[in-house]
T-cell receptor
Framework: AQKITQTQPGMFVQEKEAVTLDCTYDTSDQSYGLFWYKQPSSGEMIFLIYQGSYDEQNATEGRYSLNFQKARKSANLVISASQLGDSAMYFCAMRSYGYALNFGKGTSLLVTP | EAGVAQSPRYKIIEKRQSVAFWCNPISGHATLYWYQQILGQGPKLLIQFQNNGVVDDSQLPKDRFSAERLKGVDSTLKIQPAKLEDSAVYLC??????????????FGPGTRLTVL
């Protein structure tokens, strides 16, 4: 069975600073994908970044990067140069065979001026 | 391209009543998912369709929940009868299908259900 753990219920960061959101996972599958989604207060789930288990390079998408440490089973999201609009819930998720996403409980991020 | 459409956006019902939600996926997306997101938690998969066949419904409370995807396009999720603990946001998502990197799931805006 897969399990995603996000240990930070809430995080604060000052505008323009970088922040790291933690995610650890547990799976016996060899092939899997790790995702991060953003959920603003409006409720929609917005895809941010993807990392495949066989990808050798850490994924980057604009201000988002994924710090993937396979041996430690961690997939932390790094947001650089935080903006006020980054305030939202952030979910780490995993997908393996079957394609459905298994989500963590989320981290609430608040960006302050 | 148009996104995933869901209706209604909000629904308030009494316990033991019935309710139905509708989802229209992105055109051409073979895979459709229904997730339940209880307040303060991440979404949990209820059911996954590939075209009009069920791939995974292991977490669907089948004594009260049912879902169908006729003609492999639109889908409806029904709860009958509703319980207080069914209060949640019901998210529909769709994807092209396949296990590759580009099998990104696109989510609809969700239906917020309140059971009184």
């Amino acid at each position: 069975a897969q399990k995603i753990t996000q240990t930070q219920p809430g995080m604060f960061v000052q505008e323009k600073e970088a922040v790291t959101l933690d995610c650890t996972y547990d799976t016996s599958d060899q092939s899997y994908g790790l995702f991060w989604y953003k959920q603003p207060s409006s409720g929609e789930m917005i895809f941010l970044i993807y990392q495949g288990s066989y990808d050798e390079q850490n994924a980057t998408e604009g201000r988002y990067s994924l710090n993937f440490q396979k041996a430690r089973k961690s997939a932390n999201l790094v947001i650089s140069a935080s903006q006020l609009g980054d305030s939202a819930m952030y979910f780490c998720a995993m997908r393996s065979y079957g394609y459905a996403l298994n989500f963590g409980k989320g981290t609430s991020l608040l960006v302050t001026p | 391209e148009a996104g995933v459409a869901q209706s209604p956006r909000y629904k308030i019902i009494e316990k033991r009543q019935s309710v139905a939600f509708w989802c229209n996926p992105i055109s051409g997306h073979a895979t459709l998912y229904w997730y339940q997101q209880i307040l303060g938690q991440g979404p949990k998969l209820l059911i996954q369709f590939q075209n009009n066949g069920v791939v995974d419904d292991s977490q669907l409370p089948k004594d009260r929940f049912s879902a169908e995807r006729l003609k492999g396009v639109d889908s409806t999720l029904k709860i009958q009868p509703a319980k207080l603990e069914d209060s949640a946001v019901y998210l529909c998502a769709s994807s092209l299908g396949g296990s590759g990197k580009y099998n990104e799931q696109f989510f609809g805006p969700g239906t917020r259900l309140t059971v009184l």
